[in-house]
């Protein structure tokens, strides 16, 4: 079921990055990415724009600059991937996919949140457009039907995406997380993040966060909501300038946060494990699959893809949170002895260098059963014995007030802010 499931979201396309690995016919690309820019999703407590609506956005859409992100990031995939009109090898070397978009060429994945489906429809656009007169379209002579053709997607389900957004209820996860929240170790992660526990009661005090908030997921959110102003030319307070709160400490806050979200394998297996199971099934019955899968994920989805695959590079430019319109490359090759292989390569940031990936355990052609293996061997697939019940006792449980955040618009009831030192 999880492997039909995520079979529904390839999508084909074309890319243009050469392979250090000579000798190999590329067969089949699929691509994780994050969604572009958008406006915050939940004020922080003491924001001073805590009744801004953000139109015409609305909150946790995309941005004009969040659009532009992904429509380049779809040029950059048909460059790398796609037959040129003129019939000219795109970039990779690699005649993957035709110019013309074909029904059944393509199929696109995303999750329920608004801005990975807003995501998926620009990065499209950039991906495929009339090549001739066959599919352009009048459109009041407004030359739109000369430039955009329209590409369905599918959404996965909140209740039962295990795959981008991992929504889908789990009490086994859930019960994970709150221990994880409550260790001792992850306080104090966080506490190094910020400097010492100095600057942590700066932020929490100025911020108005709760204890609560400060233990799970809150320094990450205050990151995410600074960061979507700064992007937005919107003023920040003065205490975020300070002691180099923003955007310095609370990056690599924010880090910690994304990477406690996939720290074990249970974790990751029990939030993304159709994410993982999908990406293989897909590689070994190529044959039956469109030649290029695209999901529109989240921060946390690519970065769970990452550690599932083991991936590792030396490149500086491939290390750090993943970034707006962050994408994951997974290649599946066939050798000059008909071996099947994948190749890894990972875009961190819009704008930013392709660099090669290569699994732990394994070389830059890492051989499909052996990339199989690696992930059986490290309980990153799904197992029959998964306990994804929902228990009583952990209903609001922090990791479902993770999910509630991403995937509403609405504000989160915060406690009401405490009065605070003035600086």
């Known amino acids: 079921m999880a492997y039909a499931l995520l079979a529904v979201i390839c999508v084909v396309i074309g890319t243009s990055v050469s392979s250090s690995v000579p000798n190999t016919t590329l067969l089949n690309v699929q691509l994780l990415f994050r969604h572009g820019a958008r406006t915050p999703t939940q004020p922080y407590p003491t924001d001073p724009h805590l009744n801004d609506t953000y139109m015409p956005y609305g909150l946790g859409h995309l941005t004009q600059l969040g659009r532009e992100m992904a429509y380049m990031l779809g040029r950059y995939i048909r460059q790398r991937y796609v037959v040129g009109e003129d019939g000219s090898a795109p970039a990779s070397g690699f005649r993957l996919v035709e110019p013309e978009y074909r029904q059944g060429a393509l199929l696109v994945n995303t999750s329920a949140v608004s801005r990975t489906q807003e995501t998926a429809q620009a990065v499209l656009a950039g991906l495929f457009y009339p090549p001739g007169d066959s599919q352009q379209w009048?459109?009041?002579?407004?030359?739109?039907?000369?430039?955009?053709?329209?590409?369905?997607?599918?959404?996965?389900?909140?209740?039962?995406?295990?795959?981008?957004?991992?929504?889908?209820?789990?009490?086994?996860?859930?019960q994970e997380v709150m221990e994880l929240y409550n260790s001792t170790a992850y306080k104090r992660q966080l506490e190094r993040a910020v400097g010492n526990s100095s600057n942590l009661r700066y932020i929490q005090e100025h911020a108005g966060l709760s204890d609560a908030d400060l233990t799970s997921q809150g320094l990450y959110f205050l990151y995410s909501d600074l960061r979507c102003q700064e992007d937005l030319n919107i003023t920040l307070p003065s205490w975020a300038r300070q002691r180099g709160v923003y955007p310095d400490l609370l990056s690599v806050a924010a880090d910690v946060v994304v990477e406690s979200l996939s720290t074990s394998s249970d974790l990751r297996r029990l939030t993304w494990g159709d994410l993982t199971s999908g990406i293989i099934y897909v590689a070994k019955n190529h044959g039956s699959q469109p030649r290029m899968c695209l999901y529109s994920g989240h921060d946390t989805t690519v970065e769970s893809a990452i550690k599932s695959f083991g991936l590792e590079t030396e490149d500086p430019a491939g290390n750090g949170l993943p970034e707006f319109t962050a994408c994951l490359f997974f290649e599946l090759h066939k050798d000059s002895n008909g071996t099947l292989?994948?190749?890894?390569?990972?875009?961190?940031?819009?704008?930013?260098?392709?660099?090669?990936?290569?699994?732990?355990?394994?070389?830059?052609?890492?051989?499909?059963?052996?990339?199989?293996?690696?992930?059986?061997?490290?309980?990153?697939?799904?197992?029959?014995t998964d306990n994804c019940t929902v228990h009583p006792d952990l209903e609001g449980s922090l990791v479902n007030h993770?999910?509630?955040h991403v995937t509403t618009h609405g504000r989160r009831p915060y406690r009401r802010p405490r009065e605070r030192k003035s600086t």
């Open 341 to 384: 292989g994948m190749q890894f390569f990972y875009r961190r940031e819009a704008g930013g260098p392709l660099v090669r990936m290569i699994p732990k355990g394994c070389g830059p052609f890492c051989r499909l059963d052996k990339m199989e293996a690696l992930l059986v061997a490290k309980r990153e697939l799904p197992l029959p």
């Open 402 to 404: 993770h999910l509630h």
């Open 138 to 174: 009048r459109a009041a002579g407004s030359g739109l039907g000369q430039r955009w053709i329209p590409i369905s997607y599918n959404v996965l389900p909140v209740n039962t995406d295990r795959a981008l957004i991992g929504s889908a209820p789990c009490s086994a996860r859930d």
